[in-house]
């Protein structure tokens, strides 16, 4: 089993930044490549970003690129979020995944075998 926990979540005004941390344990991490999604309420979960299991290569959404840098610290069994310029529809829960499938990046929900409990983000306007 993996264990993900995410924090750093909370409230910022538009154009603030915000850095999200997720934390595994439970098997190696350095196996994982790792995800970040987010879900609105009433909206289906959506991908943010993900990163290779050794940060060779990373992936991200359009309505994040160039705002938001997904990185990873494998000695530390961390992956973080970087946002920066947040806007009100960056309005969500942010969950983090683990893939041990695949060394490579996902960007859909059902690549990943394992997911955090979430926790919010919210952009005031």
């Known amino acids: 089993q993996v264990q993900l926990v995410e924090s750093g979540g909370g409230l910022v005004e538009a154009g603030g930044s915000l850095r999200l941390s997720c934390a595994a344990s439970g098997r190696t991490f350095s196996s994982a490549s790792m995800g970040w999604f987010r879900q609105a309420p009433g909206l289906e979960r959506e991908f943010v970003a993900a990163?290779?299991?050794?940060?060779?290569?990373?992936t991200y959404a359009d309505s994040v690129k160039g705002r938001f840098t997904i990185s990873r610290d494998n000695a530390k069994n961390t992956v973080y979020l970087q946002m920066d310029s947040l806007k009100p529809e960056d309005t969500a829960v942010y969950y983090c995944?683990?893939?041990?499938?695949?060394?490579?990046?996902?960007?859909?929900?059902?690549?990943?075998?394992?997911w955090g409990q979430g926790t919010q983000v919210t952009v005031s306007s």
């Open positions: 995944a683990a893939r041990y499938t695949s060394f490579t990046p996902g960007r859909y929900p059902h690549e990943y075998n394992y």
């Open positions: 990163i290779s299991w050794n940060a060779g290569r990373t």
